[in-house]
């Protein structure tokens, strides 16, 4: 899950919000989403299989601009996930972690779907914004023309999973065998790993940083030395110059007598 990555466009809010809209600026809306929606599905794509990417229409602070995205195995979401920890987007720090959904369709507002939702944008139920099939269609057919290995390695995997299930055996990485409470526990534990991977980085960060600082400062004292220096040497110079001159002075008025 991606927190507030897509920015919503001033009509696109005031349309959730209910508010009347003009069809120009509603369609300025969708072309806004809809060159989002391929950037990010493209840019996903690149660290695996991407099953479904939703984004979310609520206006609540905790989904606002929420995104998420499923891949085909974890394998290639914690690619993707490591690939875009401390990136950018559009000058915004994104910020990512493991979610315990493995359905979305299972936190959908249903009533938001039969236009019976009374909340509104504020309600805490998903409202996923509506996505072209046609569009999501030419983005999968593009995916799988640029990775034509993923289709390989689905089969692959079917026939492992296939091969599991004979087996009767039991992976932590297939998620969807545990019930909601033990994949929440295992998320769980995923994003505390993460986050404790990432505070040592942050204070290597931190510390390498202190030391370019110490650096710095150094180097600006040595700068000022240097110049304090430079400045008696040019003084004594100065003073030099004017004891000669004074005594030339001297010298000549004494002849002159």
Known sequence: MFKHLYQNPPAAIAFAEGSKVSDEDLKEALKH???????IFLELSKFGELKDLSVVDNLGDHLIGNVYAKFNDEESASKAFNALAGKYYHSNLVDEEYCP?????????KRYEDGLCQRGALCNFLHLKEVNKSLVKSLKDEMYEIHPEYK???????????QRNHEHTSSESSLERYDKFTRKRIIQRWNDDYLAEK??????????????????IEQKLRKKQYDEDTKKKERKKDEKQNYDSDDEETISNGENH
């Open 199 to 216: 505070k040592i980085k942050d204070r290597r960060k931190k510390m390498d940083q202190t030391k370019i600082d110490l650096a710095i």
């Open 101 to 109: 959904i493995v359905n979305i369709k299972d936190c959908k507002c």
């Open 33 to 39: 989403f809809e060159q989002f929606y391929e950037e």
């Open 152 to 162: 390989k390695n689905r089969v692959n995997n079917f026939n492992k999973k296939k």
